[in-house]
């Protein structure tokens, strides 16, 4: 049981260039999301999703997609990578009456 | 959207004496409450939560209470340890809703 796994754990790319910061559980949680954690600002929600095929916007989703093909995975995608999307990233699942489990996160520098 | 906002935003304590640190949330439909432990480079660890049924809930020397009424929860560290140290993160969520909502957090420096 290896509960959220990232990958990677680093990444440089330069301004308008694209990736995919990787997430999977396998615990079996509908629920997944992806946040973004910058200094003073705490944790703050890009994306979510409630299951398979379904995804929603979170407070902050510009410049993000995603999608969600199978229950264990949850990909997030920057187009056009802009030197204000470098933060550190958490990939979390979970729900209110199992609890959440982050990722170890992905810190992204975009120069 | 729920609205979490977390007091103090830096906190040093003295070892062996007490830490609180306060959240105030503004969905009144709001029935999670999670505290989250960040060491430098690590990612959020859950420490304790508490649910809206309960007014108080303990864990050794970590504790946290609710007041439903006035929308806000504290978290009561007691005998702190250099340990402690890290920052804390208060989150609020509601069932079928599932999307948790942080505070900015709390940089809690304990020293020796």
């Known amino acids: 049981n290896a509960g959220v796994t990232q990958t990677p754990k680093f990444q440089v790319l330069k301004t308008g260039q694209s990736m995919t910061l990787q997430c999977a559980q396998d615990m079996n949680h509908e629920y997944m999301s992806w946040y973004r954690q910058d200094p003073g600002m705490g944790l703050r929600l890009i994306h979510y999703?409630?299951?398979?095929?379904?995804?929603d916007q979170g407070e902050v989703p510009n410049g993000y997609n995603v999608s969600r093909s199978t229950t264990e995975d949850f990909p997030l995608r920057l187009l056009s990578a802009a030197p204000s999307q470098t933060s550190v990233y958490f990939c979390a699942s979970g729900s209110v009456s199992r609890g959440y489990t982050f990722g170890s996160g992905t810190r992204l520098t975009v120069v | 959207g729920e609205n979490v906002e977390q007091h103090p935003s830096t906190l040093s304590v003295q070892e062996g004496d007490s830490a609180v640190i306060k959240c105030t949330y503004s969905?009144?439909?709001?029935?999670?409450f999670p505290w989250y432990k960040q060491e430098l480079g690590k990612r959020p660890q859950l420490i304790i939560d508490?649910?809206?049924?309960?007014g108080e809930k303990k864990d050794q020397r970590i504790a946290v209470t609710l007041n439903k009424t006035a929308k806000h929860f504290s978290l009561h560290i007691t005998e702190t340890q250099p340990e402690d140290s890290a920052v804390y993160f208060c989150?609020?969520?509601?069932?079928?809703?599932?999307?948790?909502?942080f505070g900015t957090g709390t940089r809690l420096t304990v020293i020796p």
């Open positions: 989150a609020a969520s509601r069932t079928g809703a599932n999307n948790l909502f």
């Open positions: 969905d009144s439909a709001s029935n999670y």
């Open positions: 508490i649910r809206s049924n309960v």
């Open positions: 999703s409630v299951g398979a095929g379904i995804t």
